[in-house]
């Protein structure tokens, strides 16, 4: 064989399969759903198992319907299905989860042409279209415990003027750290989160670009902007879904940038939005809109931050 071979490209190959790579994100996602499991009960069990069931058989459903090749073996409506559940909350009726996939998988996924299509993450746009459509059920938070009464959020409360440190109404940040009181399946331990995305990061499956920037850039602002020190700005890092959004779904492949610009403008961008909506908008939490605008921003990312070709031309005119 001649050492200098022409041949056509991909001239660089990886042993990483789409399966390989879901399957990464499966486990990365797992700490955070035992313990929701743990701290909730066999209820958030059923929510998961919904939800991952629901997307499996949409997308066999609508690969069968449009007569294309059928995916379901590669994973990547299991990782959507388990984010839809992650972003419902514990006491979430059965059908809440199922008519989520749909949307994600469905609406969102499919109709754009499938894995590495959709222009948003699928399972941010169900949450936000389930929200509008179901705000109640959307947003019944209850309280870990035998009682499960329903309660407000640490990150409403602290929105409402409570202030980390000097409320009682607040639990203190370790709490917040190991297993936060309300809240989302999977916001429930930013430790189980953190741990999961230790994992994705050792794997090479994601970088640090946009969770770092968009954290960072929380954290700052709220800093900057806030009035509450140190420790609550810590405090709010962890509280709501930051650290699940930065690190399991601003790093969507088909949603995010793809040049290290693009993806710190990204991460720079949705903590900005963050920020925004958490302190001037209506809602307490902000993450997911925030993923959402800035993914319908990344195809103009992208080109303005693309390298030129060597040897282009500049265009004149």
Excluded at 109 to 115: A, I, P, T
Excluded at 280 to 295: C, K, Q
Aim: include cysteine; charged fraction near 10%.
């Amino acid at each position: 064989m001649s050492l200098f071979t022409v041949s056509s490209s991909p001239h660089i190959r990886s042993q990483e399969s789409t399966s390989r790579i879901m399957l990464d994100v499966i486990i990365a996602l797992m700490p955070a759903g035992i313990v929701s499991i743990w701290v909730y009960g066999a209820r958030t069990l059923m929510v998961i198992l919904v939800a991952i069931a629901s997307a499996v058989l949409t997308e066999l459903a609508v690969q069968k319907f449009m007569k294309k090749p059928v995916t379901i073996s590669d994973l990547s409506a299991v990782v959507t299905g388990m984010l839809v559940a992650y972003n419902l909350p514990p006491s979430a009726p059965w059908w809440l989860p199922a008519i989520g996939s749909v949307i994600a998988i469905a609406l969102v996924k499919q109709v754009f042409g499938g894995l590495g299509h959709n222009f948003m993450n699928p399972a941010l746009a169900a949450r936000a279209i389930l929200l509008a459509s179901w705000p109640v059920q959307m947003t019944d938070w209850v309280n870990p415990g035998a009682d499960a009464v329903s309660t407000a959020t640490p990150l409403a409360l602290v929105k409402a003027g409570e202030v980390a440190g000097s409320s009682t109404q607040l639990p203190p940040l370790w709490d917040v750290f190991l297993k936060s009181a309300g809240g989302t399946i999977g916001e429930i331990s930013s430790a189980a989160l953190l741990l999961g995305a230790a994992y994705l990061l050792i794997r090479g499956v994601i970088n640090w670009r946009i969770p770092a920037t968009c954290i960072g850039t929380v954290f700052i602002l709220t800093l900057l902007f806030k009035g509450t020190g140190l420790y609550g700005s810590f405090y709010e890092l962890f509280l709501g879904g930051l650290i699940l959004g930065a690190f399991f779904m601003a790093t969507d492949y088909a949603s995010s940038p793809v040049t290290p610009l693009g993806q710190i403008i990204m991460g720079v961008g949705c903590g900005i939005l963050t920020v925004v909506i958490r302190n001037f908008g209506g809602y307490p939490e902000g993450v997911s809109y925030s993923i959402l605008l800035m993914n319908v921003a990344t195809p103009l990312i992208d080109k303005y931050t693309m390298p030129k070709i060597f040897g282009e031309v500049r265009k004149h005119g």
